[in-house]
């Protein structure tokens, strides 16, 4: 075979590829739309927000958590004093979200009239874990990040069954 039957053979199946591609496209449209229109909103309460928020206390019951906050000598508490700002600055604008411009404002898509609440809620919440993490490991060493985690995916949970 010489090149121009190549170069035929490869458009030819470039030009099938293309459409049967764009008739897959269109039907999967199709029915995206009809089930985007049939889909219902999840349930605010459900087993996965419970489930991380029993593992939440659980394991905060389990590990003594706040004996060992009030009590235990070898936390860093420059680091833990930053990361509760730090948690309380993530929780103000997460509350200030929900309470405020949902419930009593009624606005339900506040990301888009206010896009710079999400990125600084975020990034504060992630700095405050990492503030925890360090001013804790002393006493829990690896297991800290583990602790911690379950505790955020707690408070996640239990705020977005709020909200």
């Known amino acids: 075979m ?5 170069s035929a053979l490869r458009n030819r199946f470039n ?3 293309e459409l049967l591609f764009q008739s897959e496209t269109q039907e999967d449209e199709e029915k995206k739309g009809k089930e985007e229109k049939d889909a219902k909103p999840l349930p605010r309460i459900n087993r996965h927000s419970i489930f991380w928020t029993v593992v939440s206390v659980a394991v905060t019951y389990y590990v003594d958590f706040f004996h060992h906050i009030m ?7 420059w680091w833990f004093n930053v990361g509760l700002v730090l948690f309380g600055i993530s929780l103000s604008l997460a509350m200030f979200c929900i309470f405020y ?4 404002k009624g606005i339900q ?14 990034a504060a919440f992630l700095s405050a874990s ?3 993490n360090i001013a804790l490991w002393p006493i ?3 297991f800290t990040p583990v602790i911690l985690f379950a505790q955020f995916m707690g408070v996640v949970m239990f705020i977005s069954m709020l909200g």
Do not use: K
């Open 109 to 122: 898509h506040y990301d888009q009239e206010y896009p710079a609440i999400a990125p600084i809620t975020t």
């Open 130 to 132: 990492c503030s925890f």
């Open 101 to 104: 411009l949902e419930w009593f």
């Open 2 to 6: 010489n090149d121009s039957e190549f």
């Open 71 to 77: 009590e235990n000598e070898n936390i860093n508490r």
């Open 15 to 17: 030009r099938e590829g």
């Open 140 to 142: 829990w060493s690896v």
